[in-house]
């Protein structure tokens, strides 16, 4: 492994707190030294005695590595969409440097042998490759996957993404077991007995199109059962589940989730970028959002919603009730997604604008400190999920702990350019979009996994 001196950048550290300026050490793929603005330069001779490769960090900011809770890589069984590969090379383009990976592949991954093909180094990742495997036996719902098994061999929890535990008493044993492992249950919040043939928000603008819509309640119906559920199971088990709600998308999910915190439950929960970039009128067709009618490329589920749910999102980032922003990555083919709106697959990528599109609009349109939105992506996933009691020091900048790191210039506008992706798919809704904070130098284990 290299060994190398990040010099004079301004190191943000959440996990600390740390907002200072100085530099970092790296040796056989750890932190080994941080100085700060007092010892400035003090690391140069150690650089040049060691023979290290100097990154100029002037006027950049070192942060540690993004961490992606919600990521679909494709592998195995869809790999024309993506593979574990070009999936974790797009992610080492955003900054990020740790992804969970997401169960609904070809077979299903619910199995300690297909979690395990995932996390093998044969399939080539240049990040950290987590996984969330299945919560219920190919994900239909009808029995709970081997949750010890599956912990054992490195789960950081159980979800049926793409598809919600509908049955209340199969939510209810899940909840159950995870809770005896120490592990969530990621929920994807939607009832679909409600959503059958809808492929956009139930509202105004679907009207106007023709098309059917999903209603809020489709969502915030599940978060309720779910939190009635937490309620039931710490009364009668004595047991406190960790449940984490996926891609909330409407004020009303969020109004659930807030005051079930306040009672004490443990719920979190994750907001995806574009939910808070853009707005069911995109799909009508808007200049400021950059889209055409009928776009597929702002399709996904749960949909776009109405301002007003777009609005609410950002607020409960601001105020505290998000935990994290998890991008919800999901590459589809391009002939997947040419044809009519309504036939086209859900789901866009995301991990090479996950951060610019966050900065922009939370701290560039709403103040939010720069700290607190790479908390967002860093100390508050490792710390929600406690990735470090499973064995995963990430999240953090710290003397020991494995050089996952970014470099990036906060202050930098860019524009996102598509054709530049690093990912095998190109269904994005951010093509040309504003982006602020464009990345520098991304590094895994003190390894170099992207320069621009």
Request: a negative charge; one cysteine or more; charged letters at 20%.
């Amino acid at each position: 492994m290299s060994t190398i001196l990040l010099r004079g950048g301004c190191i943000v550290d959440p996990a600390s707190g740390v907002n200072e300026c100085g530099d970092v050490f790296i040796k056989g793929g750890v932190v080994t030294q941080v100085n700060y603005s007092g010892r400035a330069g003090e690391l140069d001779t150690l650089a040049k005695d060691t023979d290290a490769k100097v990154i100029d960090c002037t006027g950049l900011t070192i942060a540690p590595g993004l961490i992606d809770m919600h990521v679909h890589l494709r592998e195995p069984g869809q790999t024309h969409k993506e593979t574990i590969a070009t999936g974790t090379s797009a992610a080492a383009a955003g900054g990020v440097t740790t992804v969970v990976a997401m169960p609904n592949t070809v077979p299903v991954t619910d199995t300690v042998d297909w979690l395990r093909f995932v996390q093998s180094p044969e399939r080539g990742a240049s990040a950290r490759v987590l996984a969330m495997p299945a919560a219920t036996v190919g994900s239909m719902g009808g029995e709970l996957t081997d949750y010890a098994a599956l912990a054992a061999a490195g789960a950081v929890g159980f979800t049926d993404d793409g598809k919600p535990v509908l049955a209340d008493s199969m939510m209810e044993h899940a909840l159950i077991a995870a809770a005896r492992l120490g592990l969530p249950i990621s929920q994807h919040a939607e009832d679909t007995r409600m959503t059958v043939g809808a492929s956009m928000n139930f509202g105004p603008v679907a009207f106007r199109l023709g098309l059917r819509g999903m209603p809020i309640e489709a969502e915030s119906s599940i978060v309720d059962r779910d939190i009635a559920l937490l309620e039931k199971i710490e009364r009668e088990h004595k047991l406190k589940p960790h449940l984490h709600v996926q891609h909330v998308s409407t004020a009303k999910a969020l109004g659930s989730i807030r005051a079930a915190k306040q009672r004490g439950l443990h719920v979190t929960c994750e907001v995806a970028p574009h939910h808070i970039a853009f707005t069911d009128e995109a799909i009508a067709g808007d200049e400021a959002q950059r889209s055409r009618r009928y776009d597929t490329h702002f399709k996904m589920n749960p949909p776009l919603r109405a301002a007003s749910d777009r609005d609410a999102c950002i607020a409960a980032i601001l105020d505290g009730t998000v935990d994290v922003i998890a991008t919800d990555h999901a590459p589809h083919a391009e002939h997947e997604k040419n044809v009519e709106f309504e036939r086209a697959p859900n789901g866009i990528t995301g991990l090479e604008t996950a951060l610019g599109a966050s900065l922009r609009i939370l701290h560039g349109e709403h103040g939010m400190s720069l700290m607190k939105v790479l908390a967002l992506f860093t100390s508050a996933p490792a710390q929600k999920f406690r990735l470090r009691e499973l064995g995963h020091d990430v999240g953090r900048i710290a003397v020991g702990s494995p050089a996952d790191l970014v470099v990036f210039n906060a202050a930098t506008e860019w524009s996102y350019d598509v054709t530049t992706t690093r990912s095998k798919s190109k269904n994005t809704p951010f093509q040309g979009a504003p982006m602020l904070g464009r990345i520098a130098v991304t590094l895994v284990d003190g390894v170099v996994r992207f320069t621009a």
